[in-house]
């Protein structure tokens, strides 16, 4: 069955909806506020939605989020052959007439979104992923995606993913990404594993857009003698052409 759970921005404000306890195919509001960055005719914008428990949500609009609050949920853990009872902050479960933990983001089969005025969608990504504005420098590309996580100094438990989840940049040459990357796991991941991928130095896409060929599960590369080099990728080129361009611009 349905259940309808959306936002809506609009030049100053913001609203959040959750399934109607009379009719789950219907939303109902459940937060609303005014948004501290406006949108505008013309400018980019990201709307991020991400599903962090089967009823936690946070909606980011710009690196905003559009949901408040937050609740302590108690984890067990075997610590010295004893449990131990853990709080961790979490944001609040959104009303749904599914009881928790059943039904929720596990029973989501379809997102929809639409736009007005001038408001256009160009790029749209999907499932357990990193993703970034296209052609964007990696010093950039760090910066950008440090405003969305759950860093202390930045959305905490608001944000989308931790801040370790980042990109590493050429030391010499911080607009380049390394050719050699940590990224997020996804649903093909082993347990406790992300991946290491050979990316281009430029964009921070996967290397000729072939995963199977230039990434590994970071469980495995770190179990072997020489963990992998992306030979392939590395372009020392790229890296004398953006020191050299960078002491011509100094003079």
């Not at 609009?10 to 005014?34: C, I, N, R």
């Not at 980019?44 to 949901?67: N, R, Y």
């Not at 082993?190 to 199977?212: F, H, L, R, Y």
């Not at 599960?217 to 080099?229: G, I, K, S, V, Y």
Request: proline share 7%; hydrophobic share 35%; glycine share 6%.
């Amino acid at each position: 069955q349905r259940r309808v759970r959306k936002a809506v921005v609009s030049t100053q404000s913001t609203g959040s909806f959750a399934p109607s306890s009379e009719d789950p195919t219907v939303g109902a509001l459940y937060q609303e506020g005014k948004l501290e960055k406006s949108c505008k005719d013309g400018e980019d914008f990201d709307l991020i939605f991400k599903v962090k428990q089967a009823h936690q949500f946070t909606w980011l609009f710009k690196a905003e989020p559009l949901q408040t609050g937050s609740q302590k949920t108690p984890i067990t853990k075997v610590v010295r052959g004893k449990e131990v009872t853990e709080y961790r902050t979490r944001t609040l479960n959104v009303p749904s007439p599914d009881e928790s933990p059943e039904g929720g983001a596990a029973k989501a089969v379809e997102f929809s979104f639409e736009t007005t005025g001038a408001a256009v969608v160009n790029r749209f990504a999907f499932g357990r992923c990193m993703a970034w504005p296209a052609n964007m420098p990696c010093n950039e590309t760090k910066a950008w995606l440090a405003e969305r996580s759950k860093g202390p100094n930045f959305l905490y438990t608001q944000g989308a993913h931790r801040l370790t989840f980042t990109v590493f940049c050429m030391p010499e040459a911080p607009t380049l990404y390394r050719p050699t990357q940590l990224l997020h796991p996804d649903e093909f991941s082993i347990p406790k594993s992300g991946w290491v991928c050979c990316v281009n130095m430029k964009t921070g896409a996967i290397w000729e857009g072939d995963k199977k060929k230039y990434c590994r599960q970071l469980a495995d590369w770190e179990t072997e003698e020489r963990p992998f080099f992306c030979e392939p990728a590395y372009d020392d080129t790229l890296v004398t052409d953006e020191i050299d361009g960078y002491f011509d611009q100094a003079v």
